[in-house]
Nanobody, 117 residues
Framework: QVQLVESGGGLVQAGGSLRLSCAAS????????MGWFRQAPGKGREFVAR????????IYTDSVKGRFTISRDNAKITVYLQMNTLKVEDTAVYYCAADLGGGWGYWGQGTQVTVSS
């Protein structure tokens, strides 16, 4: 099993930045893709970004392209989400997830990001 713990959420003004972190532990000897999802109040959970186990360029949902950057440090088994130029509509609970080959089977508890106008 893999455990994921997110951190770095908080309250920020529109136009500001935050960096989320997600540390993985447990059966992490197997390389796996990691990603970020978010859920705004009254809405379903949506995909934000994904990065393969080799790192490199990420895959992003259109609404965050050019503003968010996903990265990972395999030595620390940690994935990051750098969020710049934040908008009020980015307000959501952000979840980290891991895909060991069978889909997004592991999830963190979520961290709240609130962007004020």
């Amino acid at each position: 099993q893999v455990q994921l713990v997110e951190s770095g959420g908080g309250l920020v003004q529109a136009g500001g930045s935050l960096r989320l972190s997600c540390a993985a532990s447990g059966r992490t000897s197997r390389m796996f893709a990691m990603g970020w999802f978010r859920q705004a109040p009254g809405k379903g959970r949506e995909f934000v970004a994904r990065i393969g186990w080799r790192g490199g360029g990420g895959i992003y949902t259109d609404s965050v392209k050019g503003r968010f950057t996903i990265s990972r440090d395999n030595a620390k088994i940690t994935v990051y989400l750098q969020m710049n130029t934040l908008k009020v509509e980015d307000t959501a609970v952000y979840y980290c997830a891991a895909d060991l080959g069978g889909g997004w089977g592991y999830w963190g508890q979520g961290t709240q990001v609130t962007v004020s106008s």
